[in-house]
């Protein structure tokens, strides 16, 4: 009956040994490759340090000028653009300017790397089911574990500072384009792609002048999802030295500054509202302009 009541387990000292192990070996790694996959990353970090400084150097009412701009050249919403210049001029007027542009400097660099890299994995995943299964419990890893469970490995890896928490942000935040890339583009309608063959169109040709266009809406809406993401990771990415709005909010949970902590967190929710309805209006435009070639 013992053996129905208590689940057979390791002996603590295999136990020990096992756990060792895997410590010792990743330190032995992350000593001998560790320089090298940070000089890997070099470009990516010059480059978020770069747009970082600009949007801070440069004045204020141009910087929400191009905001408003963009804001308009997505939604088409002149509601939408006074928001969006109205919510950046609050942010500056109780001080958080400066933090803002580091959280929007960080998500912009996250999401480009994270399309780059995200909508070629969705299309090979739509051109082959064997690497669809491969990788879908990849995503499935990357989207259930604990955000502080993959911070361990990537701390000792790569220390404290900006590319650690770039990386740990595009982990979260890479799943959504890639499955939706795969979703869209399976999605397009066979009589369409077999319309392209009879004309002879090869299968690159049928990708890019097809494929890809038809499924752009879907593939906006992943976008979309991965900007969110990427903005509920700050605050977690700041633990590990990344500056933004992440930092002020840890420092008012550990002193216990209510106005301090809500005033940023209402920033990140700013910025996280005009992200989503700037892009979802995009995406709309984009479906009624399919709609229309249709």
């Known amino acids: 009956m013992s053996f129905l009541n208590q689940i057979p387990t390791m002996d603590r000292d295999s136990l020990r040994e096992l756990k060792k192990g895997i410590d010792l070996s990743f330190r032995d790694f992350s000593r001998a490759y560790g320089e090298t996959i940070e000089g890997f990353f070099d470009p990516l970090l010059a480059f978020l340090i770069w747009l970082e400084k600009l949007l801070i150097i440069t004045p204020w009412p141009i910087v929400i000028g191009v905001f408003g701009l963009l804001a308009w050249t997505g939604s088409r919403s002149i509601k939408l653009v006074i928001g969006t210049i109205t919510c ?14 580091a959280t929007v400097a960080i998500i912009s660099v996250a999401t480009l790397v994270c399309i780059a890299v995200g909508i070629p994995i969705g299309v090979l995943m739509s051109k082959s089911s064997k690497v669809e299964k491969s990788v879908l419990p990849i995503l499935d890893m990357m989207q259930t574990i604990p955000s502080f469970v993959y911070l361990i490995p990537i701390i000792m890896l790569l220390g404290i500072g900006k590319v650690p928490g770039l990386i740990a942000v ?5 799943p959504p384009v890639v499955r939706l890339t795969n979703l869209g583009i399976r999605e397009v309608d066979k009589e369409t792609l077999e319309a392209c063959e009879a004309f002879g169109a090869t299968p690159l040709q049928k990708l890019i002048s097809v494929q890809i266009p038809l499924s752009l809406p879907t593939i906006f809406a992943g976008v979309n999802q991965t900007i969110m993401m990427a903005l509920a990771m700050v605050v977690i990415a700041s633990m590990i030295g990344v500056k933004g709005l992440g930092v002020p909010i840890l420092q008012a949970i550990s002193n216990q500054y209510l106005a301090l902590g809500l005033m940023n ?30």
């Open 170 to 174: 595009c982990i979260y935040a890479l």
């Open 88 to 101: 950046f001029i609050v942010i500056g007027y109780f001080g958080m300017w400066e933090n803002c542009m």
């Open 265 to 294: 967190g209402l920033a990140i929710v700013a910025l996280a509202i005009i992200f989503d309805r700037v892009t979802q209006k995009y995406g709309q435009r984009m479906q009624k302009h399919r709609g229309q070639k249709k």
